[in-house]
């Protein structure tokens, strides 16, 4: 099959019977700085719009020494909370006509810096990683060239420019509400204590249970991944354990509550006498007959505050707000969290 030829500026210029330098101005928007003539102008983009003339990205690029995109690198795209932002994203970025382009890591350091270096040969104009990784050497080098901005969670205690969201202190609200209702037994399923997010929250966790005046104990807090298959391994674990389900149990995360979830629905044990709180939510919590206690981050705020920073930087116009930490919301749904909230 024959290619089509691309419709350039030339043509346009010669279908409206002007110069090259005519219907450049016209199509770039400067026509009215240059005194090009209304009729001129109104017949350039009458042809522009018949013939579907669309700008050419590599000849902007070159005036401007930008690609107009940026890459955005998350752990997993089917996590709630990481599609939310970067559905959010994905609209400013539109608005904004700039193209978002995503990548997944699965968690992976090794795969991670596979998608950051493709998005590097792509030559976006900034990166917001969502990273796995335990050093940000890495992403130093790279801000020597172009603007980082970490989302959702912080690599170490890196000083690139962040936004995440306050899990201690909504994890410490929570817990404290749940450790006064169940001071015997509250169970703690967190993924792995390399990543910013799992220390955080278990940091909120035992502050809350300090707070109520709890004494943790070990055997109350296990680690996996950030995954269904995880939260249901623990938690097949613990009621083989205990010969029950835990009275009181508490997710770092959407994944982990998941697969608690099918372990109970495979069990026959969604009636059990359980209270479940986990750090995200889930509209589809609202449905359940079974009532659970979430922490839910605002989406849309660390979207719209890690595009404005990530452009800002890029702009380089940026002189305060490279640190940013957001409230997190606690939504009660247990008839009793609500007798009992602090």
């Known amino acids: 099959m024959k ?10 210029a010669e279908l409206a019977g002007v110069s090259k330098a005519t219907a450049s101005l016209v199509l770039n928007g400067r026509s009215k700085e240059y005194r090009v003539a209304d009729e001129t102008r109104d017949r350039v983009l009458a042809i522009a719009a018949e013939q579907h003339y669309q700008p050419s990205l590599h000849a902007r ?27 959010e994203l994905e609209t400013l970025c539109r608005e904004a006509g700039l193209q978002l382009l995503i990548a997944c890591s699965d968690e992976n350091p090794s795969q991670e810096m596979m998608a950051v270096n ?30 980082v901005v970490q989302l959702d969670r912080r690599i170490g205690d890196s000083a690139l420019p962040w936004v995440i969201s306050d899990s201690v202190e909504s994890t410490a609200e929570l817990i404290e509400n749940l450790a006064l209702l169940h001071p015997d037994e509250i169970y703690y399923l967190g993924g792995p204590l390399r990543l910013a997010p799992s220390r955080e929250r278990l940091a909120g966790y035992e502050l809350g249970l300090q707070r109520a005046g709890v004494q943790a104990k070990p055997a109350w807090v296990l680690h996996g991944q950030f995954s269904p298959s995880s939260g249901y391994e623990m938690m097949a674990r613990l009621c083989a ?25 495979q069990h026959q044990l969604m009636d059990a006498d359980i209270h479940l709180c986990s750090f995200d939510d889930h509209y589809l919590f609202d449905c359940l007959p079974l009532r659970i206690d979430t922490i839910a981050q605002d989406s849309q705020q660390m979207a719209a505050h890690s595009f404005s920073l990530i452009t800002r930087l890029i ?28």
């Open 61 to 87: 690029s070159l005036r401007t020494h930008r690609t107009h995109t940026l890459g955005l690198v998350v752990p997993e795209m089917t996590n709630y909370g990481f599609a939310l932002i970067s559905r």
């Open 315 to 342: 702009e380089q116009n940026v002189s305060d707000g490279l640190a940013q930490s957001l409230p997190s919301q606690i939504h009660w749904r247990h008839p009793l969290s609500r007798k009992r909230k602090l």
């Open 3 to 12: 290619n089509k030829k691309r419709i350039t500026i030339s043509d346009i």
């Open 118 to 147: 493709s998005l590097l040969q792509r030559q976006v104009d900034g990166l917001i990683v969502a990273s796995s990784l335990t050093s940000d050497s890495e992403y130093q080098k790279i801000n020597e060239r172009l603007p």
């Open 241 to 265: 354990e205990l010969g029950r389900p835990p009275k009181a149990l508490f997710t770092a995360a959407c994944g982990l509550l998941e697969g608690v979830l099918r372990y109970l629905n």
